[in-house]
Structure formats: C-alpha cells, structure tokens
C-alpha cells in the first residue's frame, strides 16, 4: 500500500473566549485549545476547516504542510 501523507494544519489560540458565546468556548475545545497560546497540530479536513472559520477571531493559523 502506498504511504499517504495527511496534509496538516497547525492553529495556534490568540483570543480568549471569555465573554463570547458557548458555541465558540465549545469549538475551541473541540480544536484542542483551551488556553491562550496554545498551539494544537491537526489533520487538514473540511470539518477542522469550519471550526477554525467559525472562531477565527480567536485563533491564527501558524502553519499549513
């Protein structure tokens, strides 16, 4: 079988999701990020893609391989 590489995309939270609604708080957990700063390495997919859409204000995208 061929070895697939999975395309990446690294996020990295700039924003705190105090005072935004819970939607938001809850996406950033399903991201992997909980606290400032952090940064959380992901599989590149139309559904992690939405997420990041969705708070974008709250986070950076750091790198995409």
Do not use: C, F, W, Y
């Amino acid at each position: 079988m061929a070895d697939k590489k999975k395309a990446t995309i690294t996020v990295e939270q700039i924003g705190s999701p105090i005072r935004r609604p819970a939607a938001q708080e809850k996406t950033l957990i399903g991201l992997g990020l909980n606290k400032m700063h952090r940064t959380r390495t992901l599989e590149d997919t139309p559904a992690v893609r939405g997420m990041i859409r969705k708070v974008q204000h709250l986070v950076r995208v750091v790198d995409e391989a």
